[in-house]
């Protein structure tokens, strides 16, 4: 999958795509409004993250510019506004998603997968792994046949998790993946919040491998 990630800050973009390249995607980034806007007629591209706020082309002109041309590309808008006109304005102007920085990469990768699954209804919507099933679009857990309630940050630590099942994750990777930019590195949150799970779940589910990180076993 082909993605373009456009931000005005330059360590945004980079902390983006990183994630994304890790997530197995190819990721081109901009900067600039008209670089961007350059690069978003690719016929190639399978998803935009749009923020609004840009040099020399907004995003709102992107966005305008690409659906007066007839392109159905997924947008989700990432930007720093959370009011509510300019969230309105936005999607009725055509964006998929609108969603406000700062966010954990998590909950943004959830919602990139959400809208390539509804251009590409083939995609599955259900990760397993042993006994552990979740649905990343309902948030339905159950392990061996019996429903789990979750918080969305449980909920993310455990979809970061077993998306990489059998890996040994640090804690400096799971606070970027499921914290993003909200992430404190010398918190013991991570801790925390394997601890919810294993007392919600099971104890073995998330194995502590000492001096490395955590592994999802199932």
Not at 16 to 40: N, P, Q
Not at 77 to 90: E, G, H, M, W
Not at 134 to 152: E, F, P
């Amino acid at each position: 999958m082909n993605l373009l990630v456009v931000q005005e800050e330059p360590p945004v973009a980079s902390f983006i795509k990183r994630g994304l390249e890790a997530e197995g995607f190819v990721v081109r980034t901009a900067c600039d409004g008209a670089e961007a806007l350059e690069m978003s007629r690719s016929s190639d591209l399978d998803l935009i993250v749009l923020d609004l706020v840009l040099p020399t082309v907004t995003g709102e002109e992107i966005l305008a510019t690409l659906r007066a041309a007839g392109s159905s590309v997924p947008v989700i808008v990432l930007t720093a506004s959370d009011a509510v006109p300019d969230r309105v304005a936005i999607l009725n102007a055509g964006a998929d998603d609108y969603v406000t920085r700062p966010c954990s990469f998590s909950e943004l990768l959830a919602r990139i997968r959400a809208r390539l699954r509804a251009a590409d209804q083939t995609v599955p919507t259900t990760v397993s792994h042993g006994r552990v099933t979740i649905d990343v679009v309902t948030r339905d857990v159950r392990i061996g046949g019996r429903s789990v309630d979750l918080t969305a940050r449980e909920f993310a630590l455990l979809e970061t998790l077993m998306r990489h099942a059998g890996q040994v994750l640090s804690q400096a990777q799971l606070l970027d993946q499921v914290w993003g930019y909200d992430r404190d590195p010398i918190s013991n949150v991570v801790e925390v919040y394997v601890g919810y799970l294993r007392k919600k779940l099971r104890r073995d589910v998330v194995e502590t491998v000492r001096g490395a990180g955590y592994r999802f076993r199932g």
